[in-house]
């Protein structure tokens, strides 16, 4: 496992004074309050908190999938937002992600394919994608045809084959068993490895956010940074 970056290391995100809020008036959810920090390259970092306390959203944030509705969120070394994917920026989503229609080598050649890629090309980067991550037997196959493990391991595949340099994961392992989960972890960490790719995980399970390096926690929509950590934007 790669150990954290040096506080000089390119800032991949840089969120400063970021909220969501959804709805209006009376009835409005602050889902994130404030938040302030630097994710930089070769991370390795837990995102921990309980169910509903804004994980989801902040890491929505920083993919820029979402606008906070305070603040300002930037990637320096990412480049513009509409450049961050698929390409610079993988995002693995709690839920079932793959299009039950297309087959497993199909799923994750498509972002590859939607990003202008020819499809001779996306075809051999979704094969030495499954063939790093052992899944290679698994490519003629439809989601439906996947246990819940296999499932969430295509999903680091696809993200593996748009080479990023910062890989989003979140919950990646709350719908698993202990074996299964365990897998999935092994498999994030192993493609960020290989790519030398930062790794965010969103996780309530203290056994997975023991395998990352550094900390962030949410409570209630506020983000908590330990002092003096690399990742700190005061």
């Known amino acids: ?3 954290d ?14 909220a969501r809020t959804f709805g209006r008036g009376p009835v409005a959810v602050v889902a994130v309050h404030g938040a302030s920090g630097e994710i930089r390259a070769g991370a390795r970092l837990a995102l921990t908190g309980p169910s509903g306390s804004g994980k989801s959203t902040l890491l929505h944030l920083l993919a820029g999938l979402d606008d ?29 992600s793959l299009l039950p229609p297309l087959d497993v080598a199909e799923n994750v050649a498509l ?23 052992g899944l290679a037997g698994l490519a003629p196959k439809l989601p439906e045809e996947l246990s819940g493990g296999q499932t969430q391991r295509v999903a680091v595949a696809r993200a593996l084959a748009g080479r990023p340099r910062l890989i989003l994961a979140d919950e990646p392992t709350g719908q698993l068993d202990h074996r299964a989960g365990a ?29 990352l390096t550094a900390r962030w926690s949410m409570t209630d929509g506020r983000l908590f940074v330990p002092e003096g950590s690399w990742a700190c934007s005061a």
Do not use: N
Request: no cysteine; aromatic share 2%; proline share 11%.
């Open 1 to 3: 496992m790669s150990s």
């Open 5 to 18: 970056p040096a506080p000089g290391s390119d800032v991949l995100v840089r969120v400063v004074g970021v």
């Open 68 to 96: 906070p509705t305070a603040g300002t969120i930037s990637w320096p070394a990412l480049g513009a937002r509409h450049q961050l994917r698929p390409g610079p920026i993988a995002v693995i989503f709690q839920g079932p």
């Open 111 to 133: 972002p590859l394919l939607l990003a202008g890629l020819p499809a001779p090309e996306a075809a051999d980067a979704a094969r030495r994608a499954l063939d790093r991550l």
């Open 183 to 211: 897998a999935v972890v092994d498999a994030l960490l192993e493609t960020a490895d290989a790519l030398g790719a930062a790794l965010v995980v969103a996780t309530h399970d203290p056994l997975v956010a023991g395998r």
